[in-house]
């Protein structure tokens, strides 16, 4: 299962993160997600448990708790959804707007 935390403290290091959730049982992978630009922490991650119930528990437990000063959410991630993004201005140079409505003021 993998599984969404948010609310991180922006030091917090995915190791850390790692042993904190194995204490619930086996951990395949952790990502905290960072800034492309500065390498900082975005103050969320990822973590996958392959076992679903060691998952489950965790989720249960560690939600709303206190983590290296921070009260983490800790949810079952939902998949990612397809296209995402939207808005902004087009890369080509047909003459685009903003995106959105087309009306020329």
């Not at 983490?72 to 995402?84: S, W, Y």
């Not at 140079?93 to 409505?101: A, C, F, M, Q, S």
Request: proline content about 3%; overall charge negative.
């Amino acid at each position: 299962m993998n599984i969404f935390v948010a609310k991180l403290n922006f030091k917090t290091k995915e190791e850390n993160l790692r042993r904190l959730f194995e204490e619930y049982g086996e951990v395949s992978s952790v990502k905290i997600v960072t800034d492309h630009e500065t390498g900082k922490s975005k103050g969320f991650g990822f973590v996958e448990m392959p076992n679903d119930d060691e998952a489950q528990n965790a989720i249960e437990d560690l939600n709303e708790t206190e983590f290296e000063n921070a009260t983490i959410v800790v949810n079952k991630a939902r998949p990612k959804t397809e296209g995402g993004g939207g808005g902004g201005r087009p890369r080509s140079n047909d003459g685009g707007g903003w995106g959105g409505n087309k009306r020329r003021y």
